[in-house]
């Protein structure tokens, strides 16, 4: 039995990695650990550890890493903590590889951490680009190097891989596993969610989310004032969630909490995120839900700012600064125009069909683990 410690830090990377879990677990040649770590440990983003908890996955370890304050250094300080905490757990569980998602601290500390035990690394989503994110970028791309496997989302982000030097067997194109919750996990009705979050079941509303944008974290403050301006005018019964705990996010939560219109309403975290994104009118912000699970879903993104630039993308998003009459007119045209809405019908959507989560699964459970796997070449032999 091959023991896989998968890594998560976040309530939406978490979203992104149950069915993986789930394939894992019912795959015959291996066994599911759950590290967790990050904002799911902490009271103040909703302790979403007790997600995984009622989920009945595994949780092998916990590391405590997520430092007070929204502070670039902070988020460097907690990466350090991180690193010392994941040393310790892979020391103690010597799992046979390890499985980590995208482009936060939590997932390079524990490749950091499982290179330097021997330990194989699967990276999902990697090779990807967003440019508006300049650390997001440089982690992810540094995950890719201590990375022995790459389970890529898409042909494009594969070619990247494979362009810095990744050898072809390294790489698999699986698709977006998000999209495989999103189309396949049993959804709320529209009047359940309309009656759990006092919501007009025949009135369009709208679903915010905004993070902040590392490279501009001192203007994350501002940036959400123009967010909630606009949701502020266009009256339209809102959920809103918190953002991430990045440099910047405690600047956007005090802007949040200043405002008390009535039709938006602010949460933590969500445990219907999928269903309101697919009931949702348009989903307000940059959140990467708009940009891979919303074209399968069939609903508009209005995509703010460049946090998500560079990024392969459906019909559905309308890409607009942080301006409050252009995020107006372009929730506007979400609902009115209705060529938009004939091109979001389409749901053509570059991240995949919704079955990745079997695709990862086999791949980790067929590859050889042996000297090969961890002797990485270098990209300039």
Same mark, same amino acid.
């Given at each position: 039995? $091959? +023991?896989? =410690?998968?890594?998560?830090?976040?309530? %939406?990377?978490?979203?992104?990695?149950? @069915?993986?879990?789930?394939?894992?677990?019912?795959?015959?040649?291996?066994?599911?650990?759950?590290?967790?770590?990050?904002?799911? &440990?902490?009271?103040? #983003?909703?302790?979403?550890?007790?997600?995984?908890?009622?989920?009945?996955?595994?949780?092998? %370890?916990?590391?405590?890493?997520?430092?007070?304050?929204?502070?670039?250094?902070?988020?460097?300080?907690?990466?350090?903590?991180?690193?010392?905490?994941?040393?310790?757990?892979? *020391? %103690? &569980?010597?799992?046979?590889?390890?499985?980590?998602?995208? /482009? $936060?601290?939590?997932? !390079?500390?524990?490749?950091?951490?499982?290179?330097?035990?021997?330990?194989?690394?699967?990276?999902?989503?990697?090779?990807?680009?967003?440019?508006?994110?300049?650390? /997001?970028?440089?982690?992810?791309?540094?995950?890719?190097? #201590?990375?022995? =496997?790459?389970?890529?989302?898409?042909?494009?982000?594969?070619?990247?891989?494979?362009?810095?030097?990744?050898?072809?067997?390294?790489?698999?194109?699986?698709?977006? @596993?998000?999209?495989?919750?999103?189309?396949?996990?049993?959804?709320?009705?529209? $009047?359940?969610? %309309?009656? +759990?979050?006092?919501?007009?079941?025949?009135?369009?509303? =709208?679903?915010?989310?905004?993070?902040?944008?590392?490279?501009?974290?001192?203007?994350?403050?501002?940036?959400?004032? *123009?967010?909630?301006?606009?949701?502020?005018? !266009?009256?339209?019964?809102?959920?809103?969630?918190?953002?991430?705990?990045?440099?910047?996010?405690?600047?956007?939560?005090?802007?949040?909490?200043?405002?008390?219109?009535?039709?938006? $309403?602010? #949460?933590?975290?969500?445990?219907?995120?999928?269903?309101?994104?697919?009931?949702?009118?348009?989903?307000?912000?940059?959140?990467?839900?708009?940009?891979?699970?919303?074209?399968? &879903?069939?609903?508009?993104?209005?995509?703010?700012?460049?946090?998500?630039?560079?990024?392969? +993308?459906?019909?559905?998003?309308?890409?607009?600064?942080?301006?409050?009459?252009?995020?107006?007119?372009?929730?506007?045209?979400?609902?009115?125009?209705?060529?938009?809405? +004939?091109?979001?019908?389409?749901?053509?959507?570059?991240?995949?069909?919704?079955?990745?989560?079997?695709?990862?699964?086999?791949? !980790?459970?067929?590859? @050889? =683990?042996?000297?090969?796997?961890?002797?990485?070449? !270098?990209?300039?032999?």
């Amino acid at each position: 039995m $091959r +023991r896989i =410690l998968a890594v998560t830090g976040t309530r %939406a990377e978490y979203g992104i990695l149950r @069915p993986v879990f789930r394939a894992i677990q019912a795959h015959p040649a291996l066994e599911l650990g759950v590290l967790v770590t990050g904002m799911h &440990l902490s009271p103040e #983003f909703g302790l979403t550890v007790r997600e995984i908890e009622e989920d009945g996955f595994p949780i092998a %370890a916990r590391v405590d890493m997520l430092l007070s304050g929204d502070t670039g250094g902070a988020m460097a300080k907690s990466l350090g903590v991180g690193l010392i905490g994941m040393a310790q757990a892979l *020391e %103690a &569980l010597r799992p046979d590889m390890a499985l980590v998602l995208g /482009d $936060r601290g939590e997932p !390079l500390a524990a490749a950091i951490a499982a290179v330097h035990l021997n330990i194989p690394v699967a990276h999902l989503h990697g090779g990807e680009v967003t440019c508006g994110g300049m650390v /997001d970028d440089a982690v992810r791309w540094a995950i890719t190097s #201590f990375a022995h =496997l790459h389970l890529a989302a898409t042909e494009a982000s594969a070619e990247r891989l494979l362009r810095q030097g990744e050898d072809p067997w390294r790489v698999r194109v699986v698709g977006a @596993p998000g999209l495989d919750a999103a189309l396949q996990t049993p959804l709320r009705s529209r $009047r359940e969610l %309309a009656d +759990r979050y006092g919501m007009d079941p025949d009135r369009p509303w =709208l679903l915010a989310v905004q993070h902040p944008v590392t490279a501009e974290a001192e203007r994350a403050g501002e940036q959400m004032v *123009e967010t909630m301006e606009a949701l502020a005018a !266009l009256g339209l019964p809102t959920v809103l969630v918190h953002p991430n705990a990045d440099a910047g996010s405690g600047a956007m939560v005090e802007v949040i909490r200043r405002y008390s219109e009535p039709h938006i $309403r602010a #949460f933590p975290s969500l445990r219907d995120y999928l269903s309101l994104l697919k009931e949702a009118a348009a989903l307000v912000g940059n959140s990467s839900s708009g940009i891979i699970e919303a074209p399968s &879903l069939g609903t508009p993104a209005i995509n703010i700012g460049a946090r998500q630039a560079g990024r392969e +993308r459906g019909d559905n998003v309308i890409d607009v600064g942080h301006d409050r009459n252009a995020i107006v007119a372009a929730v506007r045209r979400a609902l009115e125009d209705e060529e938009f809405r +004939r091109l979001v019908s389409r749901r053509r959507n570059p991240y995949g069909d919704g079955r990745a989560a079997p695709r990862v699964a086999g791949f !980790l459970a067929d590859v @050889p =683990l042996d000297d090969r796997l961890l002797r990485k070449g !270098l990209v300039w032999q």
